[in-house]
């Protein structure tokens, strides 16, 4: 099997919705299984500034993620798509995803080629261009 496991960077961007109904395609195509990441940005510790204010919207964020990575595991479940989804804190999104890629072994990743940042660099997003250039496996930016 060519494809045996799947990693889905997701962020809530039509990108990234996109991304992970080409991944479920490919998916039900291969038997894959599927495993669905959510970054979870947080500011360096040494800025006090935002620590209250933003453990209080952390904590907010993390129910609406959690909310939205079930909805897509039911979606791949009700299509016998093996799935698993997780909410990883981290400093750096890119680091992040491409480390869990690296380390859980990932055949493809699949991910949105621009997600919720507020800006546009040049045609592709900072972060799909950041998993690119360091990511072991094959990837399939989807627009």
Do not use: W
Request: hydrophobic letters at 45%; one cysteine or more; charged letters at 20%.
């Amino acid at each position: 099997m060519i494809f045996s496991h799947i990693f889905v960077p997701y962020d809530g961007s039509i990108h990234s919705k996109n991304a992970f109904h080409t991944a479920l395609e490919i998916a039900i195509k291969f038997g894959s299984k599927i495993t669905i990441s959510t970054c979870l940005f947080r500011p360096p510790e040494e800025e006090p500034f935002y620590l209250s204010e933003d453990a209080k919207s952390m904590d907010l964020l993390k129910d609406n993620v959690t909310k939205e990575l079930n909805r897509l595991q039911e979606i791949a479940t009700a299509n016998n798509i093996q799935v698993e989804a997780h909410a990883i804190a981290c400093n750096s999104v890119v680091e992040a995803l491409v480390t869990f890629a690296n380390v859980h072994k990932v055949d493809l990743i699949v991910m949105g080629t621009r997600g919720k940042t507020g800006f546009r660099p040049l045609l592709l997003g900072s972060v799909s261009v950041g998993v690119t250039q360091h990511a072991e496996c094959p990837i399939l930016l989807i627009k």
